[in-house]
């Protein structure tokens, strides 16, 4: 199954996740004289307490796996994500971004469940969980909509270590922001909802696919 290769790739060789001193390559978005504020997106993840439902657009299941990750490793970098005093971009994936990963990685025919889609996530090891989270993590900058519009070609440097490189597309009248990461062979996601916690360090987009870390043919 790529379910269990995925798992073994990432387990083998995993980057050191040092955020202190990760980079992007593009600077941090702050209104001129306006103090950004300190919430977080933990808070703002932990605010819909509904739990696993047929919203295919919030994330239940990327709570449910952050939530899991800090359970099992309270001091895992990813509870950067509950201190809102440190500047980051969060790329966060909606729970049918989750459901459609388990469905391509299993070889199902049909999509799982919310919770169903979280167990077969969980199932890959606590380690490999926080990798992936951490893949979706760009510390030291908030980038808000504006920014990234403007970013295209711009290569971040994720939490986990590897970069994400950011594709700015024109149609028409608007713009899409795509991201391509180290999977060569699935569709690369892309920003669905943007500025989730506007005017705090801490910000986050939507986005409809899972980034992966790894190459999975």
Do not use: C
């Not at 657009?57 to 709570?63: A, G, Q, Y």
Request: overall charge positive; proline content about 5%; glycine content about 6%.
């Amino acid at each position: 199954m790529k379910i269990t290769r995925l798992a073994a790739r990432l387990a083998v060789g995993a980057m050191a996740t040092v955020l202190a001193t990760a980079a992007v390559a593009v600077p941090a978005a702050q209104a001129k004289g306006k103090e950004l504020g300190t919430r977080s997106l933990a808070a703002v993840l932990t605010k819909d307490t509904g739990g696993f439902d047929h919203n295919s657009r919030d994330f239940d299941v990327l709570t449910a796996a952050v939530l899991a990750v800090l359970q099992a490793k309270p001091n895992s970098p990813v509870k950067v994500l509950a201190d809102g005093s440190v500047a980051l971009t969060a790329f966060v994936p909606t729970d049918a971004a989750f459901r459609e990963l388990v469905r391509d990685l299993t070889g199902a025919h049909r999509l799982p469940g919310e919770k169903a889609a979280f167990t077969a996530v969980a199932g890959l090891g606590i380690d490999t969980v926080e990798n992936v989270l951490l893949y979706h993590v760009v510390p030291g900058a908030t980038i808000d909509r504006r920014a990234a519009l403007k970013a295209d070609g711009a290569k971040l440097t994720t939490a986990l270590g590897p970069t994400v490189e950011v594709d700015v597309r024109s149609f028409w009248f608007h713009k899409q922001v795509r991201l391509i990461d180290v999977d060569t062979d699935d569709r690369n996601p892309r920003v669905v909802a943007y500025d989730i916690n506007k005017g705090n360090r801490q910000i986050a987009h939507a986005v409809d696919r899972v980034l992966r870390p790894v190459d999975l043919p």
